[in-house]
């Protein structure tokens, strides 16, 4: 005899319970599901994204032009006018100065800070009116746009321009704009009155002589490493010793501020400005002192 579900009567008691047991299943189905999901969902948000990487520093400057960068006090502005018409110059100068580009991205890359890169790549009448205050000619007139290639090298009051730069020289480039960087940031004398600068031209040519005891057996050059070297180490002492300084005074500040004084808020605070100008006036001496003995280095060098 054929049984079916209606022979057996299932007491509601038993059917509750199993549509709870499915209505459970359900739930963590559906919960599995939006766990899963919401899994997924912060796996692909936390997925790294593939980025690309730096492409490592395909310019390996000299030994000699890192040193000339490592010794460098003051920055030094570095003018680059790259203003070619393609349709009126070679591919072969293009490339060329890309190239260029390259390497001056080599010099500020490993230049401490130093080196401020600045192009000019658009005809302008401003950047047409610079590359002519730099001493960099235009060319190409007869063919088309007035092009412009070639370098301005400048620190403080001085400059000097390598203009026409040209594939054929691009071996002796990088030397020679590091040699142009190194003349164009040595410090010079500041003019003073003559009994003052007796008095300073004799202290300075003193220091030179207490820093390097072997004089007569160093070069110009190596002299003028060693002083840099001695005076970079009293440019770091002094912003380490203002550091000290300016910290205690703004903790001065803030001591004032917490009392309610404005007597002693307002003492505090000159004690700041006192301490940031008197560190000032210190660097501005150091500098002075270098330019004095890099000057009195020369002139006993020349005896």
Same mark, same amino acid.
Not at 1 to 17: G, V, W, Y
Not at 182 to 201: D, G, L, W
């Given at each position: 005899?054929?049984? /079916?579900?209606?022979?057996?009567?299932?007491? +509601?008691? /038993?059917?509750?319970?199993?549509?709870?047991?499915?209505?459970?299943?359900?739930?963590?189905?559906?919960?599995?599901?939006?766990?899963?999901?919401? @899994?997924?969902?912060?796996?692909?948000?936390?997925?790294?994204?593939?980025?690309?990487?730096? +492409?490592?520093?395909?310019?390996?400057?000299?030994?000699? /032009?890192?040193?000339?960068?490592?010794?460098?006090?003051?920055?030094?502005?570095?003018?680059?006018?790259?203003?070619?018409?393609?349709?009126?110059?070679?591919?072969?100068?293009?490339?060329?100065?890309?190239?260029?580009?390259?390497?001056?991205?080599?010099?500020?890359?490993?230049?401490?800070?130093?080196?401020?890169?600045?192009?000019?790549?658009?005809?302008?009448?401003?950047?047409?009116?610079?590359?002519?205050?730099?001493?960099?000619? +235009?060319?190409?007139? &007869?063919?088309?746009?007035?092009?412009?290639?070639?370098?301005?090298?400048?620190?403080?009051?001085?400059?000097?321009?390598?203009?026409?730069?040209?594939?054929? @020289?691009?071996?002796?480039?990088?030397?020679?704009?590091?040699?142009?960087? %190194?003349?164009?940031?040595?410090?010079?004398?500041?003019?003073?009155?003559?009994?003052?600068?007796?008095?300073?031209?004799?202290?300075?040519?003193?220091?030179?002589?207490?820093?390097?005891?072997?004089?007569?057996?160093?070069?110009? &050059? &190596?002299? /003028?490493?060693?002083?840099?070297?001695?005076?970079?180490?009293?440019?770091?002492?002094?912003?380490?010793?203002?550091?000290?300084?300016?910290?205690?005074? %703004?903790?001065?500040?803030?001591?004032?501020?917490?009392?309610?004084?404005?007597?002693?808020?307002?003492?505090?605070?000159?004690?700041?400005?006192?301490?940031?100008?008197?560190?000032?006036?210190?660097?501005?001496?150091?500098?002075?002192?270098?330019?004095?003995?890099?000057?009195?280095?020369?002139?006993?060098?020349?005896?």
């Amino acid at each position: 005899m054929k049984t /079916t579900a209606n022979d057996f009567p299932i007491e +509601p008691q /038993t059917r509750e319970l199993a549509g709870a047991r499915i209505n459970l299943l359900v739930l963590a189905l559906a919960l599995t599901l939006a766990g899963g999901g919401a @899994w997924y969902y912060r796996s692909l948000r936390q997925q790294p994204v593939a980025k690309e990487l730096p +492409p490592a520093d395909p310019i390996v400057l000299s030994e000699s /032009t890192r040193a000339v960068l490592q010794r460098l006090v003051f920055p030094v502005d570095i003018r680059f006018y790259s203003i070619l018409d393609p349709a009126g110059v070679p591919a072969s100068l293009v490339s060329y100065a890309g190239r260029v580009d390259q390497l001056l991205s080599g010099f500020q890359r490993q230049g401490n800070g130093m080196i401020n890169v600045i192009r000019y790549n658009v005809v302008s009448d401003s950047a047409a009116e610079s590359a002519s205050s730099d001493g960099i000619k +235009p060319f190409n007139l &007869e063919k088309g746009n007035a092009c412009y290639l070639g370098l301005a090298v400048a620190c403080n009051d001085k400059r000097e321009s390598l203009s026409d730069l040209g594939p054929e @020289w691009e071996q002796a480039l990088e030397f020679d704009l590091s040699r142009a960087i %190194e003349r164009v940031s040595r410090p010079n004398p500041q003019p003073k009155p003559s009994a003052e600068a007796s008095n300073i031209a004799t202290a300075a040519t003193q220091e030179v002589m207490g820093a390097i005891p072997n004089l007569a057996a160093v070069s110009v &050059e &190596e002299g /003028t490493q060693i002083l840099r070297d001695a005076a970079m180490k009293q440019f770091k002492a002094a912003v380490d010793e203002r550091g000290v300084q300016v910290k205690a005074a %703004e903790q001065q500040i803030i001591r004032a501020r917490q009392s309610g004084s404005e007597t002693d808020q307002e003492a505090a605070m000159k004690r700041l400005q006192q301490v940031q100008s008197d560190q000032a006036e210190k660097l501005k001496q150091i500098a002075a002192s270098l330019e004095a003995q890099l000057a009195a280095l020369e002139q006993l060098k020349a005896k």
